[in-house]
């Protein structure tokens, strides 16, 4: 009995120190996770744009229309955001670009494939109801070349082969130019019914509330 109590003691000690070099680890996971500002944290509204750089693909040119009508409705699913329309103020801005599998591909941009509009959106909670523009005047006029108007146009353009999800902070006159304080790349990520970048974006929020309630 003392023997078998002396290896039980013995074995105790041993992973005691392996316990606590977990914890640490842990800790340490924690601490290098990174977290979402804490204006994200307070968001409630969020304006959802085409990226200004994204052109439609030929073979589908309602693609990025689609697909920012896809976080709209998950975003609404969700409840913690109410999408706003444009010339409305927004804590965030959410720029979406489709992918189309290939590093360059034939897009159209320009004309009334831009144009957004007046759309009946079924939801979890409701029907939204509303009308706006492709991509926001005063987000992207920075930086952007050539003229807004004209008709639409042909060219090869060179992006990520991957849709994209951008989040931005709302709080300036032109969101779109600063760094996305979030970002999500992964095939077919804003495609319905999952749109498994607000997925990601929900759960990288509830991760750094949890963070938040951690500090001291």
């Known amino acids: 009995m003392p023997a078998r109590l002396s290896w039980f003691l013995l074995l105790t000690?041993?992973?005691s120190p392996l316990n606590a070099k977990d914890k640490d680890k842990d800790k340490d996971k924690d601490k290098k996770r990174p977290s979402l500002p804490e204006l994200v944290l307070r968001a409630r509204t969020v304006l959802v744009v085409i990226h200004p750089d994204a052109g439609e693909p030929l073979h589908h040119p309602t693609a990025n229309a689609t697909a920012r009508e896809n976080v709209e409705?998950?975003?609404?699913?969700?409840?913690?955001?109410?999408p706003v329309l444009d010339g409305q103020e927004a804590d965030l801005v959410i720029a979406?670009?489709?992918?189309?599998?290939?590093?360059m591909s034939p897009t159209v941009k320009g004309g009334p494939i831009d144009t957004r509009p007046t759309v009946m959106q079924p939801t979890d909670t409701g029907i939204r109801i509303g009308a706006q523009q492709g991509h926001a005047p005063p987000l992207n006029d920075p930086g952007m070349s050539g003229p807004r108007g004209g008709g639409p146009r042909?060219?090869?353009e060179v992006g990520p082969s991957e849709d994209s999800f951008e989040v931005y902070l709302g709080t300036s006159q032109?969101?779109?130019d600063s760094s996305p304080v979030w970002r999500y790349v992964a095939k077919?990520?804003?495609?319905?019914p999952v749109v498994s970048a607000v997925e990601q974006f929900r759960k990288a929020v509830a991760e750094s509330e949890k963070v938040?309630?951690?500090?001291?």
């Open 13 to 15: 000690l041993l992973a």
């Open 73 to 82: 409705r998950a975003l609404m699913n969700w409840g913690r955001l109410q």
């Open 96 to 103: 979406v670009r489709t992918g189309t599998g290939r590093m």
């Open 154 to 156: 042909i060219s090869n």
């Open 174 to 176: 032109y969101p779109l």
């Open 188 to 192: 077919d990520c804003l495609r319905a």
């Open 212 to 216: 938040q309630q951690k500090k001291p």
